[in-house]
């Protein structure tokens, strides 16, 4: 089996080549193939051959995202619409990953795989229009397209691992500097190690159990960031004091969704997002 992942470069990109590296993979960063060029990705892909193409690629600035949404859209949308199409074309499966931020946020039980879309900031739209392009391209059947294309949309949440900017390096980092740090107490979400999501991932990929669809892929347990906040000093046995705050002390220029909770009804679970937090501070 033949993987293709793209994003190398990135923080899941650069975990996945690892959690990878047994199996037959080509990794490709945007100097390589962006994605937003059509006919490059059509012409990799066809010379790649790959099995199953692995989307670790985007745009991940959420603030940015609110003055910059057309890029957004052409990456996190428009062009996964294509990489939908090229593996389609090549009989490929497509594995691609979405957010928590493609919901509205009010519902406090958390959202199920099935739960609607109804993303409050720009990110999330873009994101939203990739799930839904993917539907498009790969629920399609014509006379061309006889039988249903195969896909993995994976949500997850609150990524963190070694190769990228995230929270838990942001209030390390924060907390050598300051002796108290306020942190946001009313945005409820899953964080997520990112060695664990691949390994997910990986065994989604090989079991061939899963029909195509939506998947949510997080670490267990709801948190909110203060609480994961007080949680990474605790554990990195710093004395660093973390006051709660709301959303509305702390104004950023795109709104997050209070309750992104993603409820995982159709995989085995992963373990606490405590104990995988535990993990990744040894690797620090
Ligand atoms: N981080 C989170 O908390 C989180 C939560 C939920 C879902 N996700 C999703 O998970 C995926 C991976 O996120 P991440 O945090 O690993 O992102 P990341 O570290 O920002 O990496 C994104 C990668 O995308 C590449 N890229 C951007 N534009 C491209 C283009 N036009 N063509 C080809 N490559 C391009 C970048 O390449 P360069 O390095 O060369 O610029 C970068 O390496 C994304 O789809 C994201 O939406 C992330």
Request: net charge negative; aromatic share 18%.
């Given at each position: 089996m033949r993987i293709l992942i793209l994003g190398k470069n990135g923080m899941l990109g650069r975990d996945m080549q690892k959690v990878f590296a047994d199996m037959d993979f080509v990794a490709l960063g945007q100097s390589d193939l962006d994605i937003t060029d059509q006919e490059k990705?059509?012409?990799?892909?066809?010379s790649i051959q790959p099995d199953v193409v692995v989307n670790c690629s985007g745009y991940t600035n959420v603030d940015d995202a609110e003055k910059d949404f057309e890029m957004a859209e052409e990456i996190n949308g428009y062009a996964v619409g294509v990489l939908a199409r090229a593996c389609r074309e090549i009989d490929a499966t497509f594995v691609h990953f979405s957010t928590d931020?493609?919901?509205?946020?009010?519902?406090?039980?958390?959202?199920?795989?099935?739960?609607?879309?109804?993303?409050?900031?720009?990110?999330?739209?873009?994101k939203m229009l990739g799930e839904q392009l993917i539907f498009d391209e790969m629920e399609s059947i014509s006379q061309e397209n006889p039988k249903e294309g195969k896909y993995f949309i994976i949500r997850t949440s609150w990524l963190f691992g070694k190769h990228g900017k995230n929270f838990v390096d942001t209030m390390l980092e924060m907390g050598k500097i300051k002796d108290t740090i306020q942190v946001v107490d009313d945005q409820h979400g899953k964080p997520t190690y990112t060695i664990d999501l691949c390994e997910q991932v990986k065994w989604l990929i090989t079991s061939h159990e899963y029909p195509s669809g939506v998947y949510h892929i997080t670490n267990e347990g709801p948190t909110t960031w203060f609480a994961f906040a007080k949680k990474i000093f605790q554990l990195s046995n710093m004395k660093t004091r973390v006051v709660p705050c709301s959303s509305d002390d702390f104004r950023r220029p795109a709104r997050r969704p209070k309750y992104s909770i993603l409820k995982n009804n159709a995989l085995p679970k992963l373990r606490s997002w405590e104990e995988a937090l535990e993990d990744y501070l040894k690797t620090t």
């Open positions: 990705v059509f012409e990799t892909f066809m931020y493609v919901f509205r946020g009010d519902k406090k039980s958390g959202y199920s795989e099935e739960d609607g879309t109804n993303p409050v900031n720009a990110y999330g739209r873009s």
